[in-house]
């Protein structure tokens, strides 16, 4: 039976994408483990960690490993990084899960924060803002960020490393370090405005002065976000 070839979904795939020529990779919370699977079978990496802190998930990714005939994955049954030492590893991907829980991933492995010495790529669901502010305070270092569609939502990949960040405006840690140039950036915020638009529009029906207050704030952070989109839209 001729074996079927792996296809990643375009938030794995732009993952994939991103992952260095001949990285030796730990996948937190691997889940299927079809990233380190799809990138050991186009020789992209040398070795890779999967690794996830579920019994059964880890077993999904055994089987895919074992399906597509691939070896150079070890399985690690570990809570993110616990399992995992600095001198295994150049490249880390967190991803699929939210912000505060990838904060708390990395509070316990101190090792990525090395000046230049790990790759890491981030992927959160939810809480964006509060992971790029973290990462700027604790000693990492955005080197890129890009964006993803993927069922029906907008997904921000971040690209860090260890060393100390310029300091972030508000609209960057709220909505994206050095996106102006990603094609899906204008769309990104049309959706932020119209996310902020129905939360002022709830605040000023309010009979509270200080939510009132609150939702002139939220306007003229969307009037700035209007301005950014149409930059981008040039």
């Given amino acids: 039976m001729e074996r079927k070839e792996l296809q990643l979904q375009p938030r794995l795939q732009l993952l994939a994408d991103l992952v260095p020529q001949g990285a030796r990779l730990a996948d937190i919370g691997t889940d299927h483990g079809y990233l380190p699977v799809w990138l050991l079978q186009r020789g992209?990496?040398?070795f890779a960690i999967a690794a996830d802190v579920g019994y059964e998930p880890l077993q999904h990714a055994v089987r895919t490993a074992q399906e597509q005939?691939?070896?150079?994955?070890?399985?690690?049954?570990?809570?993110?990084?616990?399992?995992?030492t600095a001198d295994e590893v150049d490249t880390v991907v967190i991803a699929g899960m939210g912000g505060e829980t990838i904060i708390h991933?990395?509070?316990a492995a101190e090792w990525t924060k090395m000046?230049?010495?790990y790759t890491l790529l981030l992927q959160p669901m939810t809480k964006a803002a509060e992971l790029r502010r973290w990462l700027t305070d604790n000693g990492y270092y955005f080197t890129a960020e890009r964006l993803v569609f993927d069922k029906d939502f907008i997904y921000p990949v971040m690209l860090v490393t260890g060393g100390e960040q310029p300091e972030l405006t508000?609209?960057?840690v709220r909505y994206g370090v050095d996106l102006d140039r990603d094609p899906l950036y204008g769309d990104y915020l049309q959706r932020e405005i119209a996310r902020l638009t129905k939360q002022i529009e709830g605040q000023r029906r309010a009979g509270d002065p200080e939510k009132r207050a609150q939702a002139e704030e939220l306007a003229k952070l969307c009037a700035a976000l209007e301005e950014k989109r149409k930059e981008c839209v040039k």
């Fill in 44 to 46: 992209r990496i040398s």
């Fill in 115 to 117: 000046p230049g010495a």
């Fill in 105 to 107: 991933i990395l509070e």
């Fill in 69 to 84: 005939e691939v070896s150079g994955v070890e399985f690690r049954l570990c809570d993110g990084l616990r399992g995992i």
């Fill in 170 to 172: 508000e609209l960057q």
